[in-house]
T-cell receptor
Framework: DAKTTQPPSMDCAEGRAANLPCNHSTISGNEYVYWYRQIHSQGPQYIIHGLKNNETNEMASLIITEDRKSSTLILPHATLRDTAVYYCIVRVAFYNQGGKLIFGQGTELSVKP | DSGVTQTPKHLITATGQRVTLRCSPRSGDLSVYWYQQSLDQGLQFLIQYYNGEERAKGNILERFSAQQFPDLHSELNLSSLELGDSALYFC???????????FGNGTRLTVT
């Protein structure tokens, strides 16, 4: 599995966009980029994923560079409840059986009033 | 609510004992994954089952074992427990392909 590099911590002002970067320079062509977050000791929460195109859902947007070596998760209007550890993970997804996620250290995002 | 159910929520036991953690995946999900999260180790992948068969193994100790039953629920058995086994244990499930994993709320194990 390709490894990812994320800043250990970031701050963001409430109401502003939070842009969380991730480097995955050794990503393979069949690996997807996934973002999860974990609030306190709750179970990790799925946010979004993509292969090569930019993706958007009700929670966030995912921007993947053309060479796929890096990506950015965008939370458009951060709230205090978005304070969490955010994990960027690259994953091989097998057709039938899916595939495991390998978590790194993530980015601790603090949203401040 | 992710749809993944883990029981019990909390478990306190003594060193040397054996415990069983249970996971019910989301309806329709064939793959089940187990993770351990301790304070100093982060989220560690333990093992994956797909439709009853082991598919991937991570850093799972020999004292730990798991299985997935015909109704697709899974159990993680931890034996000869040590203080260092105290951790949060998460179960996740996924359907297939690129579909994401969905995690339960975990079982907090305390070994005294």
């Amino acid at each position: 599995d390709a490894k990812t590099t994320q800043p250990p911590s970031m701050d963001c002002a409430e109401g502003r966009a939070a842009n969380l970067p991730c480097n995955h320079s050794t990503i393979s062509g069949n690996e997807y980029v996934y973002w999860y977050r974990q609030i306190h000791s709750q179970g990790p929460q799925y946010i979004i994923h993509g292969l090569k195109n930019n993706e958007t859902n009700e929670m966030a947007s995912l921007i993947i560079t053309e060479d796929r070596k890096s990506s950015t998760l965008i939370l458009p209007h951060a709230t205090l409840r978005d304070t969490a550890v955010y994990y960027c993970i690259v994953r091989v997804a097998f057709y039938n059986q899916g595939g495991k996620l390998i978590f790194g250290q993530g980015t601790e995002l603090s949203v401040k009033p | 609510d992710s749809g993944v159910t883990q029981t019990p929520k909390h478990l306190i036991t003594a060193t040397g004992q054996r415990v069983t953690l249970r996971c019910s995946p989301r309806s329709g999900d064939l793959s089940v994954y187990w993770y351990q999260q301790s304070l100093d180790q982060g989220l560690q992948f333990l093992i994956q089952y797909y439709n009853g068969e082991e598919r991937a193994k991570g850093n799972i100790l020999e004292r730990f074992s798991a299985q997935q039953f015909p109704d697709l629920h899974s159990e993680l058995n931890l034996s000869s427990l040590e203080l260092g086994d105290s951790a949060l244990y998460f179960c996740a499930s996924s359907v297939k392909g690129e579909s994401p994993l969905h995690f339960g709320n975990g079982t907090r194990l305390t070994v005294t």
